[in-house]
């Protein structure tokens, strides 16, 4: 029950979830290379971080309908 209860209401099945959340976590990662290279280099990915966070936020609200 606990373990189906979050993707039925996902409405996706398993291996989608797990698709999906791989994909956020491989976005975060390449931000976070971003955002340290920019903090030593500022003229650097001056915008890549802000706006892959909103494709970030839109990928989630995404899911949850």
């Known amino acids: 029950q606990k373990f189906t209860k ?10 989608q979830h797990m698709l999906a ?9 390449i931000l976070l290379v ?3 290279v ?6 650097l990915f001056t915008s890549a971080v802000s706006s892959n966070l909103e494709r970030l936020q839109e ?7």
């Open 6 to 15: 979050h993707l039925r209401k996902q409405n996706e099945t398993y291996f």
């Open 21 to 29: 959340a791989w994909k956020i976590c491989v976005m975060l990662n």
């Open 34 to 36: 971003k955002c340290f």
């Open 38 to 43: 920019h903090s030593i280099l500022p003229f």
């Open 59 to 65: 990928m989630v609200v995404r899911s949850k309908k």
